[in-house]
């Protein structure tokens, strides 16, 4: 019965997924603009003295942000559900809250997961050379990171029943996510606040366990700030956390 529940819940958002080709169009469309538009303009700012081209170094927060932000629409779709009633028959079905939430974690797993992987494909155009492996590493880490931050969307959403003032919150917690996490420039050469806000950002772990993914021997200010090990349980913690605090969350809405 549990399994079923998680099943129906990511299969439901995999064919809205793929009916909405609009969707998959935008979250194409944004970083590329990112990363050939924004990097490009950046990288004649940047010392070519840094070891790496800027385009190849923001490289793994597009990929971040491609993961955030498909992640966060994820989760958008709770505060649909709760509007046209749908989410009253989820929480009456007879399963258990944890499923509801992993269900709905893993929904925005694949979703962002399929996203991230269009945009992995990039690598060859920036001159990168990556392995098989490192691939397999990086579809890896962007699993963890998706699930992550979609279990974080989830855990916002149980917060809100409108759609208006959860989109209102999102402006005020997704661009700052980005932004404070490492995506555009090195964690390194950020002032100590922000430095220290930058820990405190899922994001920021996920981003650097792509860098240490793609740049395995990169050394200097353009390296990855945390051990990939380091990374990976933080992520992994703050996903059971996240997972945890929302089922009960939901809990209180019987």
Request: with cysteine; glycine share 6%; aromatic share 14%.
């Amino acid at each position: 019965m549990e399994f079923n529940a998680i099943y129906v819940l990511v299969a439901r958002e995999f064919k809205k997924f793929i009916r909405e080709r609009s969707r998959l169009v935008s979250a194409i469309a944004r970083p590329l603009l990112w990363l050939f538009l924004v990097g490009a303009g950046m990288s004649r700012l940047v010392s070519p003295k840094a070891g790496m081209p800027y385009t190849q170094f923001i490289f793994p927060g597009i990929l971040g942000m491609t993961i955030l932000f498909s992640s966060i629409f994820s989760s958008i779709s709770i505060i649909w559900d709760k509007e046209f009633g749908f989410f009253k028959e989820i929480l009456a079905a007879p399963v258990s809250r944890l499923s509801i939430v992993i269900g709905k974690g893993l929904s925005g797993t694949v979703v962002s997961t399929i996203q991230a992987s269009i945009v992995l494909l990039l690598f060859p155009v920036l001159g990168l050379k990556l392995g098989l492996f490192q691939i397999l590493e990086v579809l890896i880490i962007a699993i963890a990171v998706s699930f992550c931050i979609s279990t974080f969307g989830i855990l916002l959403a149980t917060f809100y029943e409108s759609y208006e003032s959860f989109s209102v919150i999102m402006n005020f917690i997704v661009m700052p996510m980005f932004f404070l996490s490492g995506a555009m420039y090195p964690v390194k050469l950020l002032p100590k606040p922000l430095a220290v806000a930058t820990k405190l950002n899922p994001l920021t772990y996920g981003i650097d366990a792509l860098k240490n993914a793609i740049f395995p021997l990169e050394e200097g200010p353009m390296s990855a700030d945390f051990s990939l090990v380091t990374d990976m349980a933080v992520i992994l913690f703050l996903s059971f956390t996240f997972v945890v605090i929302a089922a009960r969350l939901f809990e209180r809405k019987k």
